[in-house]
């Protein structure tokens, strides 16, 4: 019996495929790259200083490990700081380590700090970078206005801080995040508002030095800043400078002494109590004999103010959105929100087309998110309602 040459062939293929097989142990398989294929970041940290006057002087440090399955030198480091204008760079502050250099890159979504390593740093071997800033006033630092309030004295404060994946591979389990926030001189940690922490995430490490005075807050439980980064929230006021304490009373030259009164002075005292006493006596009759002879007057019924009828419509979840944006000094990017309501990403976007639509909020594009601002209505409303 002849086989045709089309099954020849194809016995040929399976026969080589077989002995390849035989030959590996197991079949080929195509496995998608891990994070350690690629440099990645060992650790991963951000220093703020906030002074009084609202600036922000912020150092991204890190160190990274270029593994010999890379097959790639890293030369620079790119770190993203989202839109300079609600950064507020000085650019004139930007600064990198010794032997690097520094790149200031304002793209139309973001703003970019590249350094440019002393030497690329060749796979197996590891490499560190750091790049330091000064935000100005206005920027990661906003003054709170309190609520049905129509200025922002009272030194109430939000520092609001995103921390952006650099270039390099973070890595669950193996990268070390930490974010250290240190408070201006004599500044509180205050709850702005029943809506807001004091700072989010939760439960970071507060430590209070009574030398400086100055309070600092770390995040030191990080792993893995999720999706493109993540969010830093602390609200505190400039309250706490401690008033000069009330000066003693010194004695009046004589023979008096502490805890005793001379006779003139009770003399002047009765006297001046007597005086009063006369005083409120013949104004409390004056104006008990006014009110007995004036006419009556018809009272007039006040009318009442219109309803809110917008803010009505809400729910007490749209309400919360309002307030939070209000709290944020009214405006506050899309991206932020759900963390700051606990709200879903969808939930807060389908709240907020509602809000627009009734007028309430603007939107406006910044790059991959929005920008989400009180209108002068949901502001007025919000205030009056107070």
């Known amino acids: 019996m002849r086989w045709p040459i089309n099954s020849t062939f194809a016995v040929a293929i399976s026969a080589v495929a077989l002995l390849s097989v035989l030959a590996l142990g197991t ?11 690629f440099p990645y970041l060992v650790e991963f940290r951000a220093y703020v200083d906030i002074s009084s006057d609202d600036t922000s002087k912020v150092t991204i440090s890190g160190t990274f490990f270029n593994p010999e399955s890379s097959r790639i030198s890293v030369k620079a480091i790119s770190i993203p700081l989202g839109p300079a204008e609600l950064i507020k760079l000085d650019q004139s502050s930007v600064s990198t380590s010794e032997g690097a250099r520094v790149e200031v890159l304002n793209g139309p979504d973001t703003t970019l700090l590249v350094e440019v390593l002393p030497s690329p740093v060749p796979p197996g071997e590891k490499g560190t970078f750091q790049i330091s800033y000064v935000a100005l006033s206005g920027g990661y630092v906003k003054p709170w206005m309190p609520i049905g309030s129509n200025s922002t004295t009272g030194g109430y404060r939000m520092f609001n801080f995103n921390l ?17 926030v240190l408070l201006p001189r004599d500044a509180l940690l205050t709850q702005l508002s029943p809506l807001m922490n004091l700072f989010y995430p939760n439960k970071p490490v507060i430590e209070a ?22 969010l830093f929230i602390v609200t505190y006021s400039l ?44 104004l409390t009759y004056l104006l008990l004999r006014r009110k007995l002879t004036q006419p009556r007057e018809t009272p007039t019924v006040k009318e009442e103010a219109p309803p809110k009828t917008v803010l009505s419509q809400l729910s007490p979840e749209e309400m919360k959105i309002l307030e939070t944006v209000q709290a944020a000094g009214g405006s506050v990017s899309q991206r932020d929100i759900p963390p700051m309501v606990g709200f879903s990403k969808s939930k807060v976007s389908r709240m907020l087309k509602r809000l627009e639509e009734l007028g309430l909020i603007n939107r406006t594009t910044l790059g991959r998110t ?11 409303l919000l205030s009056s309602s107070d």
């Open 27 to 37: 079949l080929p398989v195509r496995c998608e790259p891990t994070p350690e294929e």
């Open 164 to 180: 952006y994946n650099p270039n390099l591979s973070l890595v669950q389990g193996i990268t070390d995040t930490q974010v250290t």
């Open 209 to 230: 030095n009574l030398v400086t005075r100055r309070t600092q807050v770390s995040w030191t439980n990080l792993t893995v800043a999720p999706g493109e980064g993540r």
């Open 239 to 282: 309250l706490g400078t401690p008033s000069p304490p009330p000066q003693s009373q010194q004695n009046p030259p004589g023979n008096t002494t502490s805890g005793q009164v001379a006779p003139m002075s009770v003399v002047v005292l009765v006297g001046s109590n007597g005086l009063a006493a006369l005083t409120s006596a013949a």
């Open 370 to 380: 929005k920008l989400i601002e009180l209108s002068e209505t949901a502001s007025r």
